[in-house]
């Protein structure tokens, strides 16, 4: 169930992240507003409302930035429009978010060997990285990787594959991009409690990420030191989508946090006692927000202090839960905060459908 590759030399260079970017749609809605548009919609269905705003309450969300105006959602009748909407989206805030990152690492879109692209919220092929090789202008033998269905684990899970390819070419450069338009996903007719959580949980973002090999890496960028994957068998139920004619159609188990709570201690000790630590001599915990409910099974189980999420909990409060953007979203506010420092270590970490874990080891 837990797999760790063999770890590089002690003297090894390892792959560093240079720079994280965040890219958010210009639209943005107060959770009161969000809450008077589905209100508008669902008391048609006969639900609940007020159901509908404790619910919304409860995931602690003050407002998220969304894909198109939100008076424009209605027009969107269709699986189809919606999903043109999302590649439209996709690309534009894909495009600012890999021109952003690639500014603030001092390099150009020829400077890119491999792009890795991951989303859970849309459907495009070609993909939206090859989309993007004319639109950036990256080099005609740019490799590329997208990778869909991860959902919310694969912002740490794409931090661990690009890594994994640059331990194999230590002197490339690679971008991890991830796009997630969850708002464009909503199933209008889905009154089920799990569909207004999520309605009033995910928010829309994007975010890219640079990484360069050891041979070529400025040593005062955090080194990935190793990485693990963690698959919980039988739990294929917990969180995915079904597809329906009319979409993506959430599935969201109730038993989400009892699965962090009963798993991720022993699953992190493992992980750091491999490499001759404990979570004592963690100095960062960077972590996906998941919802309320995740943060705090995380903070139970691992015994962080009141602090040690403040950026996670700061994020979800401010745009909601991005999926697989959040994690990567989290680490971008630790680096752009200039707190880490030289020695300290960092784990960043997320759980997503399978239902499965990724963890990753960083150093500064």
Known sequence: MVHSG?????????????????????????QDELIGALRALWQ????NVERLEELHRSVQVGGRHLAIPLADYPGLTTFQARNDAWTRVAVDLGERAVRA???????????????????????ATPSIDARLVNRLGLR??????????LGCVAGAAGVARASDYLRAYPNETAVLLSVELCSLTLQRGDVSVANVIASGLFGDGAVALVMRGGDIAELDAPAVIATRSVFYPGTERIMGWDFVDAGFKVVLSPKVPELVAANIRANVDDFLAAHGLDRARVTHWIAHTGGPKVLQAFERALELPDH??????????????????????????????????PGDRGVLMAMGPGFCAELVLLRW
């Open 6 to 30: 063999l770890l590089p030399a002690p003297t090894a260079r390892h792959p560093r992240v240079h720079r994280v970017a965040r890219a958010l749609p210009d639209h943005f809605a107060t």
């Open 44 to 47: 048609k269905e006969h639900f």
């Open 101 to 123: 990152a690639l500014d603030a690492a001092g390099l150009h879109p020829v400077d890119v060997d491999h792009i890795f692209f991951v989303t859970v919220t849309g459907l």
């Open 140 to 149: 005609a033998d740019v490799k590329r990787t997208p990778i869909f269905g």
């Open 308 to 341: 040690a999420l403040r950026r996670s909990w700061a994020s979800l409060r401010s745009v909601g839960n991005l999926s697989s953007a959040s994690v990567l979203f989290v680490l971008s506010e630790l680096l752009e905060s200039g707190e880490a420092r």
